[in-house]
T-cell receptor
Framework: GENVEQHPSTLSVQEGDSAVIKCTYSDSASNYFPWYKQELGKRPQLIIDIRSNVGEKKDQRIAVTLNKTAKHFSLHITETQPEDSAVYFCAANAPFGNEKLTFGTGTRLTIIP | KAGVTQTPRYLIKTRGQQVTLSCSPISGHRSVSWYQQTPGQGLQFLFEYFSETQRNKGNFPGRFSGRQFSNSRSEMNVSTLELGDSALYLC????????????FGPGTRLTVL
């Protein structure tokens, strides 16, 4: 089955700097890669996603890049703010109309004021 | 549209008991997936239901089961509870086409004593 690895497990950045989280996946047939943000005691919330027919997607301060050849995708957060502090999860779907998401182990991002 | 809802939000049970958790998806969504979240194992896929049929299953023992009703509401059941079943159980709903966004509910926090 699919395996998703996520790095780093913890990340601290100064407010205003950029943060990058990287994930690799194993199944070349996976075609959907969402990123979720989970604040303490709350549900995971989708912040951005990318499908395999696109190499990059941006939404304000957040961007995701996908390299299908290397089977990795990354989350980029620019101009970080204290409210960006949370745990971030990457995920990859199982292909062929399959809703199963395999999640990475999460990155705890701390923004230092 | 109203978001995904889950009941109850908190449960305390003892070993050997059974428990039923409920999930109401976003209106119009036909797919409901269940995930177990623990500090040690992260987010793990349990199973997915689409149009009242279990379409996909994760690697959990048969004590974990589920069902979906004609209105797309879903329940999951855990029998013969073990201490290790203590976790946050999250459900997610989507339109069910494999690359559709999955929206998570707030989760049910299950504690097994």
């Amino acid at each position: 089955g699919e395996n998703v690895e996520q790095h780093p497990s913890t990340l601290s950045v100064q407010e205003g700097d950029s943060a990058v989280i990287k994930c690799t996946y194993s199944d070349s047939a996976s075609n959907y890669f969402p990123w979720y943000k989970q604040e303490l005691g709350k549900r995971p919330q989708l912040i951005i996603d990318i499908r395999s027919n696109v190499g990059e997607k941006k939404d304000q301060r957040i961007a995701v890049t996908l390299n299908k050849t290397a089977k990795h995708f990354s989350l980029h957060i620019t101009e970080t703010q204290p409210e960006d502090s949370a745990v971030y999860f990457c995920a990859a779907n199982a292909p062929f109309g399959n809703e199963k998401l395999t999640f990475g182990t999460g990155t705890r991002l701390t923004i230092i004021p | 549209k109203a978001g995904v809802t889950q009941t109850p939000r908190y449960l305390i049970k003892t070993r050997g008991q059974q428990v039923t958790l409920s999930c109401s998806p976003i209106s119009g969504h036909r797919s409901v997936s269940w995930y177990q979240q623990t500090p040690g194992q992260g987010l793990q896929f349990l199973f997915e239901y689409f149009s009242e049929t279990q379409r996909n299953k994760g690697n959990f023992p048969g004590r974990f089961s589920g069902r979906q009703f004609s209105n797309s509401r879903s329940e999951m059941n855990v029998s013969t509870l073990e201490l290790g079943d203590s976790a946050l159980y999250l459900c997610a709903s989507s339109a069910g086409q494999g690359t559709d966004t999955q929206y998570f509910g707030p989760g049910t926090r299950l504690t097994v004593l």
